[in-house]
Protein backbone atom coordinates (compact mmCIF):
# COMPACT_ATOMS: atom_id res chain seq x y z
CA UNK A 1 0.00 0.00 0.00
CA UNK A 2 3.06 2.58 1.12
CA UNK A 3 4.39 1.27 -2.69
CA UNK A 4 1.78 2.08 -4.04
CA UNK A 5 0.71 5.68 -2.55
CA UNK A 6 3.90 6.62 -3.24
CA UNK A 7 4.15 5.91 -6.74
CA UNK A 8 1.00 7.58 -7.26
CA UNK A 9 2.53 10.41 -5.31
CA UNK A 10 5.23 11.01 -7.64
CA UNK A 11 3.30 10.19 -10.56
CA UNK A 12 1.33 12.71 -9.80
CA UNK A 13 4.40 14.87 -8.88
CA UNK A 14 6.28 13.96 -12.01
CA UNK A 15 2.61 15.05 -14.20
CA UNK A 16 2.98 18.56 -11.96
CA UNK A 17 6.54 18.74 -12.86
CA UNK A 18 5.79 18.61 -16.56
CA UNK A 19 2.65 20.49 -16.50
CA UNK A 20 4.53 23.07 -15.15
CA UNK A 21 7.36 22.52 -17.79
CA UNK A 22 5.41 22.46 -20.52
CA UNK A 23 3.78 25.84 -19.45
CA UNK A 24 7.30 27.51 -18.93
CA UNK A 25 8.33 26.58 -22.55
CA UNK A 26 4.90 27.41 -23.98
CA UNK A 27 5.34 31.09 -22.59
CA UNK A 28 9.13 30.79 -23.45
CA UNK A 29 8.40 30.01 -27.24
CA UNK A 30 5.32 32.80 -27.50
CA UNK A 31 7.82 35.43 -26.66
CA UNK A 32 10.46 34.10 -29.16
CA UNK A 33 7.67 34.40 -31.36
CA UNK A 34 6.46 38.09 -30.44
CA UNK A 35 10.53 39.04 -30.27
CA UNK A 36 11.23 37.75 -34.25
CA UNK A 37 7.73 39.23 -35.13
CA UNK A 38 9.24 42.62 -33.74
CA UNK A 39 12.98 41.87 -35.48
CA UNK A 40 11.14 41.22 -38.30
CA UNK A 41 9.14 44.04 -38.74
CA UNK A 42 12.19 45.99 -38.11
CA UNK A 43 14.16 44.74 -40.94
CA UNK A 44 11.32 45.34 -43.27
CA UNK A 45 10.97 48.79 -41.98
CA UNK A 46 15.15 49.34 -42.64
CA UNK A 47 14.83 48.05 -45.82
CA UNK A 48 12.57 50.50 -46.82
CA UNK A 49 14.20 53.00 -45.70
CA UNK A 50 17.45 51.31 -47.44
CA UNK A 51 16.04 51.77 -50.78
CA UNK A 52 14.43 55.03 -49.69
CA UNK A 53 18.17 56.55 -49.49
CA UNK A 54 19.49 54.65 -52.13
CA UNK A 55 16.76 56.09 -54.60
CA UNK A 56 17.66 59.66 -53.03
CA UNK A 57 21.69 58.59 -53.54
CA UNK A 58 20.96 57.84 -57.54
CA UNK A 59 18.88 60.80 -58.04
CA UNK A 60 21.87 62.88 -56.30
CA UNK A 61 24.48 60.92 -58.48
CA UNK A 62 22.93 61.73 -61.31
CA UNK A 63 22.55 65.38 -60.46
CA UNK A 64 26.58 65.33 -59.91
CA UNK A 65 26.29 63.81 -63.68
CA UNK A 66 24.59 66.58 -64.80
CA UNK A 67 26.47 69.08 -62.71
CA UNK A 68 29.48 67.57 -63.90
CA UNK A 69 28.18 68.04 -67.53
CA UNK A 70 27.53 71.76 -67.49
CA UNK A 71 30.79 72.73 -65.25
CA UNK A 72 32.37 70.71 -68.49
CA UNK A 73 30.93 72.68 -71.55
CA UNK A 74 31.60 76.08 -69.10
CA UNK A 75 34.97 74.99 -69.27
CA UNK A 76 35.34 74.76 -72.74
CA UNK A 77 33.01 77.90 -73.42
CA UNK A 78 35.51 79.83 -71.08
CA UNK A 79 39.00 78.49 -73.39
CA UNK A 80 36.86 78.98 -76.67
CA UNK A 81 36.34 82.66 -75.32
CA UNK A 82 39.73 83.17 -73.77
CA UNK A 83 41.01 82.20 -77.42
CA UNK A 84 38.74 83.99 -79.32
CA UNK A 85 39.83 87.08 -76.70
CA UNK A 86 43.84 86.41 -77.56
CA UNK A 87 42.91 86.59 -81.03
CA UNK A 88 40.84 89.77 -81.14
CA UNK A 89 43.72 91.24 -79.15
CA UNK A 90 46.55 90.23 -81.65
CA UNK A 91 44.14 91.40 -84.15
CA UNK A 92 43.65 94.50 -82.33
CA UNK A 93 47.05 95.11 -81.80
CA UNK A 94 47.42 94.22 -85.65
CA UNK A 95 44.98 97.32 -86.18
CA UNK A 96 46.58 99.79 -84.18
CA UNK A 97 49.86 99.26 -85.67
CA UNK A 98 48.26 100.24 -89.22
CA UNK A 99 46.55 103.31 -87.79
CA UNK A 100 49.95 104.34 -86.66
CA UNK A 101 51.76 103.59 -89.76
CA UNK A 102 49.27 105.39 -91.68
CA UNK A 103 48.84 108.46 -89.03
CA UNK A 104 52.27 108.76 -89.80
CA UNK A 105 51.99 108.62 -93.44
CA UNK A 106 49.18 111.67 -93.18
CA UNK A 107 51.62 113.63 -91.34
CA UNK A 108 54.57 113.11 -93.79
CA UNK A 109 52.44 113.77 -96.75
CA UNK A 110 51.31 116.96 -94.71
Known sequence: MFADWFLYTLF????????????????????????NQIKKSNIDESKLIIRKYRLQLQRAIGNIDIL???LEKAKNNIK??????????????QLQQKIKEL????????
Open 12 to 35: VFVILYLLIMLNYYKTLYKRELSL
Open 80 to 93: TLRARSSQQKLEND
Open 68 to 70: TEE
Open 103 to 110: EERIEALI
